[in-house]
């Protein structure tokens, strides 16, 4: 298993579902939950966050804010 | 799996964060469909307002279309104006006050519809103010009509066989227009579909408030957006649409980056 380097923390009642962060990540960690919030979306999740490095691009492209990136620094 | 959560955990903490809203969007949820632009440009506006630590002295100005309750989810004061009148109210807040940052966020059919006549005075006479202006070639608050800036072929609902050019002209690019005015100091076109599109269109937010500071002439950000809803695909299928549709028509770059024009060259010669 891959060394978790960063940790995405998705606001799951604010998720819209619009699968754009799914597209953006390089690393495929993330995907649509199959089980929905209150609103009736599909949450993103990190399906593989084993794979996640913390690059920020699925908080960058996010149009609801609701994704928060943790990251370890300098670990080897 | 429990090692994996435990790993995750250890991650999650406040020492390690890297990315989180920031403070001046509000709580509240934003009504924009899945996928939205607008959701974006309000993030990075209130991101480049938090940076530069302008929240007390900014005024924006919204617009009447689907941005209309942009005043709900930005902590910043704000002032509704009438449909296209965003830039000619922004004039006036400024005026009475140079010192404080005011913007207006409009879209296509504000902008470049009811309020083009506001639009070009307002730059052309060089006022110190921000314009953000979100184009995705229609109305998409009203349910998906044509917009001046719809493409040629496009499907709107008014429109149900495509834009004819006979009938409905040609789209408007109304920023290479803009940029030709003397009182435009910075022009520029930018999307939000990629992250590095998100942070290109931050750094040019960022760079059209620093203009304001200087007061040399109004800076001018187009932002070529999607609108799922009224283009009726999915919010993905909307970026590739708008990359392969979109970015041929609105071609992105800074068109204009040189300042207002020097007046001298406009002065009469003879008294």
């Keep these: ?76 | 799996m429990s090692v994996l959560t435990d790993r995750i955990n250890e991650i999650i903490k406040p020492e390690n964060l890297v990315y989180a809203k920031s403070p001046l969007l509000n709580d509240d949820l934003m009504h924009y469909c899945p996928g939205c632009s607008h959701g974006v440009v309000h993030r990075l506006i209130a991101e480049v307002i938090e940076e530069m630590g302008i929240q007390e002295q900014t005024i924006g100005v919204s617009p009447v279309g689907c941005a209309v309750f942009a005043y709900n989810y930005i902590d910043i004061d704000w002032q509704e104006a009438a449909h296209g009148r965003a830039p000619a109210v922004a004039t006036g807040i400024k005026r009475v006050m140079p010192e404080k940052y005011v913007f207006s966020y409009q879209g296509d059919g504000d902008l470049a519809a009811i309020g083009t006549a506001e639009t070009f005075h307002a730059v052309n006479r060089g006022e110190n103010i921000v314009m953000i202006f979100i184009n995705n070639a229609i109305y998409g608050m009203t349910g998906g009509q044509m917009a001046p800036t719809t493409l040629v072929g496009q499907i709107t609902s008014t429109t149900p066989h495509g834009r004819d050019v006979d009938l409905n002209g040609y789209p408007l690019r109304i920023t290479e227009l803009l940029a030709q005015l003397p009182g435009a100091a910075y022009v520029t076109r930018q999307s939000v579909q990629t992250p590095g599109a998100v942070r290109k269109t931050k750094k040019a937010i960022r760079k059209a408030f620093e203009i304001q500071a200087k007061k040399i002439g109004t800076a001018f950000v187009e932002v070529v957006s999607t609108c799922s809803s009224g283009w009726k695909l999915s919010p993905v299928d909307s970026n590739k649409w708008m990359e392969e549709n979109m970015f041929p028509q609105y071609p992105l770059g800074d068109l204009k980056d040189t300042g207002r024009a020097d007046a001298e060259l406009y002065r009469i010669k003879a008294k």
Excluded: F, W
């Design chain 1, 1 to 76: 298993m891959a060394k978790v380097r960063g940790a995405v923390v998705v606001d799951n009642d604010v998720c819209k579902g619009c699968n754009l962060c799914v597209v953006a990540c390089p690393t495929q960690v993330l995907a649509l939950n199959r089980n929905v919030n209150n609103k009736g979306y599909h949450y993103s999740y990190m399906e593989n966050p084993e794979n996640c490095n913390g690059c920020t691009n699925c908080s960058a492209v996010c149009p609801d804010s609701c994704i928060t990136v943790y990251r370890v620094k300098a670990e080897a």
